[in-house]
Nanobody, 126 residues
C-alpha cells in the first residue's frame, strides 16, 4: 500500500506561483496513475489534474488549464503540481491521490482514485 505526503503549500498573493510535491512511500509510484484534487470547506472535493503512469498522458480541470502543470519523477517517487497565476478562489486544501493501474498511458476515471494524502493548505490572498 502506498502512503502519500503532500508539501509545498502556503500563503501566496494572487498572481503568484506555488509548486506542490507529493512524496510516496511504501510502493513505487510507477504502478500508479497520480492526481491532484482540492477541497474548500463546505464543498465537494474537486478534480484538478492527473497524470498517467508513464507521464505521457495528462488532463486538467478547465479552470486550471494553461496555468497548472502536473509532472512526475518516478525515480524520486514524487509527483508535482506547478501552479501559476493563482487566484483567491483557488484557496483550498490540495490532496494528492493514487490509483494502481495496469495501463501505462491511459488515465483512470477521476472517481477511481483510492489512495489519498492528508493534504496541504494553499491560501491565495487578494
Amino acid at each position: 500500500q502506498v502512503q502519500l505526503v503532500e508539501s509545498g503549500g502556503g500563503l501566496v498573493q494572487a498572481g503568484g506561483s506555488l509548486r506542490l510535491s507529493c512524496a510516496a512511500s511504501g510502493r513505487t509510484i510507477s504502478i500508479y496513475a497520480m492526481a491532484w484534487f482540492r477541497q474548500t470547506p463546505g464543498r465537494e472535493r474537486e478534480f484538478v489534474s492527473h497524470i498517467s503512469r508513464s507521464g505521457r498522458s495528462t488532463d486538467y480541470a478547465d479552470s486550471v488549464k494553461g496555468r497548472f502543470t502536473i509532472s512526475r519523477d518516478n525515480t524520486k517517487n514524487t509527483v508535482y503540481l506547478q501552479m501559476n497565476s493563482l487566484k483567491p478562489e483557488e484557496t483550498a486544501v490540495y490532496y494528492c491521490a493514487a490509483r494502481q493501474t495496469s495501463y501505462i498511458y491511459n488515465l483512470p476515471k477521476k472517481n477511481e482514485y483510492d489512495y489519498w494524502g492528508q493534504g496541504t493548505q494553499v491560501t491565495v490572498s487578494s
